[in-house]
């Protein structure tokens, strides 16, 4: 039986939004925001038929705002808005993201702002139901204006135009729709104009960036207590009485997380008396502060795009008060693209701090009487050399995508538009970000988990043995060297998948949404 999540404007929350990006539920509007859907398309409707001059209703877009449009030719503006606007590029945006991006779109009309008819919110719902998914170009927009192109390539397969997939299948929309036994909907007053304007598609970008990294953040976490053990290093640093005196929550939680994860580790209770250390290097022993750090990132941009996702973003906007219909800004992706770069900025740095944990661990100088590399017979053979080598540049990789891009703009659409936030690309560039920091981590896996190997008879704690096991049913321990790129990618997808969370079955973990 399929669950249905039921979309109320204003009240989504991230755990929400969570649900819907992972486990692709199936989502509808409430039905009690119907009458004030109405309620606006009525205002809509009257001000085309009016004398009044109102922005998108009965005048051209952009800089060809003076120029009135005549009733007859009302609905062809908006047919051809679609049809001009549809002019994204590069690869499609993965289901995932475009189904996320109709939900969203969703929550803003359903906040009866926007003056579509509630035939809109349906054909949504439809699609979604029936598994007709759009295909959006994932580059052509500037984040401001809204999402224009990308929004426009969705809104042209709901009126029969451009294409969709169905049915694993991609085809041209209009036969994507019957094969669905759904009809194109025909677009009215300021319709397309509601639907293409508005920040959905950077949100649900950057939304998407925020989950894949944060789960790569808790793959770090027990990773990073892996490393620990690997190198006998103190787990002192984690105590929570050291972070309590700073205050950052985010600090705090990570110490928590790595005290828990270390908790019954022999590893660790062999060595804290009399050992010969007296601290360790800022990549173990900084990990509170420096996780932390990201982790208090991570939240701050996931509560931004919970706002963002119960917003309003197009323009004009029917007032509720008044029913007056005014022009304003909220299409500007400005939030967002903060957002994304803080989002961005938190990955390169988890992948940093990763990335040094498994330079130490191979390096004989540094890890504590652990061999060259971690091979069982190095010289002959190389071990982890080659793999640590690929985490720095996949580290360096990410460490230049961290440029924000929230500080270019770039004026558009003869100078009308001549402040724009570049919120989409931001955030698109979070997947190839979580890719590379998965691939970083998961490393760190394969490297951690050799050095702890080798501490035995001595034995790591509970939960991270279980993270250790689970890695050895798809990834075997080093012995000779072997062709080692496939065992990467398989490290990464236990990262990546949540495979190892749930493995080391811990509650020692913090989440993304904090308990109000």
């Known amino acids: 039986m399929t669950i249905i999540m039921t979309l109320t404007p204003g009240q989504i929350t991230l755990q929400d939004l969570t649900e819907i990006y992972w486990q692709d539920k199936l989502v509808r509007l409430n039905p009690t925001t119907r009458t004030r859907i109405n309620a606006a398309a009525v205002c809509i409707s009257d001000a085309a038929e009016g004398t009044e001059t109102i922005y998108g209703v009965n005048t051209g877009f952009g800089k060809l705002a003076n120029t009135r449009i005549a009733l007859k030719d009302i609905i062809r503006l908006q047919r051809n808005l679609i049809l001009s606007h549809s002019c994204g590029v590069g690869p499609p945006l993965p289901e995932r993201i475009v189904r996320l991006v109709m939900a969203l779109k969703l929550l803003s009309l359903g906040r009866g ?4 008819r509630w ?11 029936k598994g007709v998914t759009p295909i959006m170009p994932a580059q052509g927009s500037v984040g401001a204006s809204g999402d224009l192109a990308p929004l426009a390539h969705l809104t042209a397969a709901m009126i029969g135009e451009g294409e969709a997939v169905y049915k694993g299948r991609r085809m041209p929309s209009r036969k ?7 009809k194109p909907v025909t677009l009215g007053p300021k319709e397309g104009l509601g639907m293409i304007n508005g920040t959905q598609v950077s949100t649900a970008l950057a939304l998407g960036g925020v989950f894949e990294i944060w789960r790569c953040a808790m793959g770090s976490l027990i990773t990073g207590a892996l490393s620990t053990d690997a190198i006998m290093a103190s787990s002192t640093p984690f105590r929570s009485e050291i972070h309590a005196l700073r205050g950052h929550r985010g600090q705090i939680d990570t110490g928590i997380a790595l005290s828990g994860l270390m908790a019954g580790s022999e590893i660790r209770e062999s060595h804290r008396d009399n050992d010969e250390r007296i601290q360790d290097p800022y990549s173990v022993r900084c990990q509170p502060q420096v996780l932390g750090a990201c982790i208090d990132l991570l939240r701050q941009a996931g509560r931004t795009l919970e706002v963002e996702a119960n917003a309003v973003t197009d323009n004009p906007l029917v007032l509720s008060d008044d029913g007056s219909i005014v022009s304003g800004g909220n299409f500007h992706a400005e939030p967002v693209a903060f957002a994304a770069d803080q989002i961005a900025l938190a990955s390169a740095e988890i992948g940093a701090i990763s990335q040094r944990r498994i330079a130490l661990l191979v390096d004989p100088a540094m890890n504590f009487g652990l061999p060259a590399f971690l091979s069982p017979d190095p010289g002959v053979n190389s071990g982890l050399m080659a793999a640590e080598i690929t985490s720095a540049a996949l580290m360096s990789e990410n460490k230049q995508r961290a440029s924000p891009s929230s500080v270019d703009s770039t004026p558009t659409s003869a100078n009308q538009e001549d402040h724009v936030s570049m919120a989409t690309h ?10 590379n920091l998965g691939r970083i981590i998961g490393i760190e896996l394969m490297t951690a988990a050799q050095g702890v190997e080798y501490r035995a008879p001595l034995t790591t704690s509970p939960p991270l043995a279980r993270a250790m096991a689970r890695l050895r049913e798809d990834v075997a321990t080093m012995g000779n060297d072997r062709y080692l790129a496939p065992d990467i990618e398989k490290a990464n997808s236990l990262i990546r998948s949540g495979a190892l969370i749930d493995a080391a079955h811990t509650d020692a973990l913090p989440k993304l949404e904090l308990a109000v």
Do not use: N, T
Request: zero cysteines.
């Open 113 to 116: 702002a926007s003056g579509v």
């Open 426 to 435: 931001g955030a698109r560039r979070l997947f190839d970000m979580a890719d």
């Open 176 to 182: 994507a729709l019957a094969e669905a036994e759904l």
């Open 119 to 129: 035939e809109i919110i349906s054909q949504i719902q439809a699609m979604l139901a």
